[in-house]
C-alpha cells in the first residue's frame, strides 16, 4: 500500500511540474525557442552550427541545466528532441519525458487499483506512456500537412518579388512576414539567421532539419544550384509551384478514393473491442474464461496484436505516397 501511494505522489508530483512548466514555457514562448535553438547548435557538431565560435558555445552549454546536457548527449534522446522540435510543440525534452513517465504511472496506479491486475495495469500504463508519443508525432504531421499547403503560395509570393526587382534576401524577409506559421515562421527564422552572417543559403537548408517536407528540399536544392550557375529562378519557382499544387490536388483525389478503405479498417479494428464490452456487459461472466486463466489471457493478446497488425496492413495498402 506504502509503494501505491508513493508511485500516485511521484505521478502526480511529475504530471504538476510538467504543466507548470509548460504554462511558463507559453508565456516565454519565443525565449525558450530561441534557448532551446542555441542549445541544440551548440550540441552539435556539424554543418548546423554555422560557425558558431567555442567560447560561445561554451557559454550556452554552462547556461543548459545539466539533466538537458545529459539527454542531449544521448543520441536517441537528440533524435527525439530533434522530432519534438519540428512538431513545433513550445515544451523541452525534458518536460515531455516528465509527461510521459507521469502518464505511464497514472495509467498503471489507477488500473491495478481497479483491477489487482499486474499484467492488464502496465499494459494500461504502457498505452498512457505512448499517448504523448502518438500527440507528438500527430502534431508534426499536420504541421507538415500545413506547411505543405502554404509553400507554393510562398513560392510565388518569392517568385512575384524577384521579378519586381527584389533581391532574393529580400523575397525571403518578405514571406517570413507575410504568411503565417509555419512559413512564415521558419522563413523568418533563416532571415534573421542571415543577419547575424550565414549565407541564405546555408540557412534555408538549415529548415530541412526543422521540418520533414520534399518540397523545401526541391527549393533548397534550386536554390543552391541557382547560386552556383544562375539561371531564371523566377520561372523555376512557379514550375515548382505548379508541380507542388497539382501533386496536392492528385492527393486530395486519392484521399476521396481511399475514403471507403479507412472506413473499413477503422470499422474493423473497433468492432471486436466494442462486441467485446457489449457481450461482458449483456452476459456478465460469458468471458470468465478468457479473464482469469492464462491461456484465455493469452489468446486476449493474440487476437488484439492480430487486430493491430491487420488494422496496420489496411493503413499501408490505402496509403498512397505521391
Given at each position: 500500500?506504502?509503494?501505491i ?8 508530483f ?7 512548466l ?12 530561441l534557448r532551446r ?8 557538431k ?11 558555445r561554451a557559454?550556452?552549454?554552462?547556461e ?7 539527454l ?11 522530432r519534438?522540435d ?6 523541452t525534452l525534458?518536460?515531455?519525458?516528465a ?5 505511464g504511472?497514472?495509467g ?8 489487482r ?9 504502457i498505452?498512457?506512456l ?19 499547403e502554404?509553400?507554393p ?12 526587382g527584389?533581391?532574393f534576401?529580400?523575397a525571403?524577409e ?6 503565417s506559421?509555419?512559413v512564415?515562421?521558419?522563413f523568418k ?11 541564405i543559403n546555408?540557412?534555408?537548408?538549415n529548415?530541412n ?44 483525389q486519392?484521399?476521396?478514393h481511399?475514403a ?5 479498417g477503422?470499422i474493423?479494428?473497433?468492432m471486436?473491442?466494442?462486441?467485446f464490452?457489449?457481450m461482458?456487459?449483456?452476459i456478465?461472466?460469458y ?25 496496420l496492413?489496411i493503413?499501408r ?6
Open positions: 500500500m506504502l509503494l501511494v508513493l508511485l500516485i505522489f511521484i505521478a502526480v511529475l504530471l504538476v511540474l510538467s504543466i507548470y509548460n504554462v511558463v514555457a507559453v508565456k516565454d514562448s519565443p525565449k525558450a525557442q535553438r542555441l542549445r541544440h547548435v551548440a550540441m552539435t556539424g554543418s548546423d552550427t554555422g560557425g558558431m565560435p567555442n567560447d560561445v557559454d550556452i552549454l554552462k543548459t541545466p545539466p539533466f538537458e546536457r545529459f542531449n548527449g544521448i543520441p536517441l534522446f537528440c533524435r527525439l528532441d530533434s519534438l519540428r512538431s513545433g510543440l513550445s515544451m525534458a518536460n515531455f519525458l509527461i510521459v513517465i507521469g502518464l504511472l497514472v498503471f496506479i489507477i488500473s491495478f487499483i481497479f483491477t491486475n499486474i499484467y492488464l495495469s502496465l499494459a494500461a500504463g498505452v498512457l505512448l499517448v504523448p508519443f502518438f500527440y507528438m508525432e500527430y502534431k508534426k504531421r499536420e504541421r507538415e500537412l500545413k506547411f505543405t502554404q509553400f503560395d510562398a513560392l510565388s509570393m518569392i517568385s512575384r518579388s524577384l521579378r519586381s527584389h533581391s534576401t529580400s525571403i518578405l514571406v517570413g512576414t507575410e504568411v506559421d509555419p512564415g515562421k521558419l527564422t533563416a532571415y534573421d539567421q542571415q543577419l547575424l552572417g550565414l549565407r546555408d540557412t534555408l537548408n529548415l532539419n526543422r521540418i520533414d517536407s520534399l518540397d523545401l528540399r526541391f527549393f533548397t536544392t534550386a536554390a543552391d544550384i541557382n547560386r552556383e550557375v544562375g539561371g531564371n529562378f523566377a520561372e523555376i519557382l512557379d514550375k515548382l509551384a505548379d508541380t507542388i499544387r497539382e501533386r496536392i490536388k492528385i492527393r486530395r486519392l484521399k476521396v481511399t471507403q478503405g479507412r472506413m473499413t477503422y474493423l479494428a473497433v471486436p473491442i466494442v462486441v464490452f457489449l461482458n456487459f449483456m456478465p461472466g468471458q470468465k474464461n478468457l479473464l482469469e486463466n492464462d491461456t484465455g489471457r493469452t489468446i486476449l493478446i493474440f487476437a488484439a496484436v492480430m487486430q493491430l497488425i491487420g488494422f496492413v493503413r495498402i490505402i496509403n498512397i505516397k505521391i
